[in-house]
C-alpha cells in the first residue's frame, strides 16, 4: 500500500533577491509555480536545470521592475527565455530559486499547543 500527500503537487511561491547598485541595493524578484517532488540524487544536471526538468518550475510574472532588458532597450515578459537569461547573467541565482522552492515546499514548524 502507497501513501501520498493530501496537499496540492503544484506550489506557487516567490523568488526575491537584490543586487547591489553602485553604493545601494536594488530589490528585484518574480512568481514561479512548480510542483513538488522527490529529492533526487546522483543527477549531472545543473540547480537550473534540476528546478526545469524534476520540479517543472515555470517563471510566471515578475514581481516590480525586471532585472534584465533585452538588446533593443525592452523589457522582456516573465517566462522560460527571462529565467534562462537571469540564469546566465546571475550564476548564484539557480542556488537562491532553489532554497525558495525548498523552503515553499516543505513543511513550516508551528509554535504553540
Request: glycine share 12%; with cysteine; proline share 5%.
Amino acid at each position: 500500500m502507497g501513501y501520498r500527500l493530501v496537499v496540492s503537487k503544484e506550489i506557487e511561491f516567490e523568488v526575491r533577491f537584490s543586487l547591489r547598485d553602485g553604493a545601494g541595493e536594488k530589490e528585484f524578484g518574480f512568481r514561479a509555480v512548480a510542483v513538488r517532488t522527490e529529492p533526487a540524487a546522483n543527477l549531472k544536471v545543473t540547480v537550473g536545470e534540476y528546478l526545469e526538468q524534476h520540479c517543472a518550475l515555470r517563471m510566471v510574472s515578475w514581481i516590480g521592475e525586471a532585472p534584465i532588458e533585452k538588446d533593443d532597450g525592452g523589457k522582456p515578459e516573465a517566462g522560460a527565455e527571462a529565467l534562462a537569461a537571469l540564469y546566465a547573467l546571475i550564476p548564484t541565482l539557480p542556488g537562491l530559486v532553489l532554497g525558495a522552492y525548498t523552503e515553499a515546499a516543505g513543511p513550516k514548524a508551528k509554535l504553540g499547543n
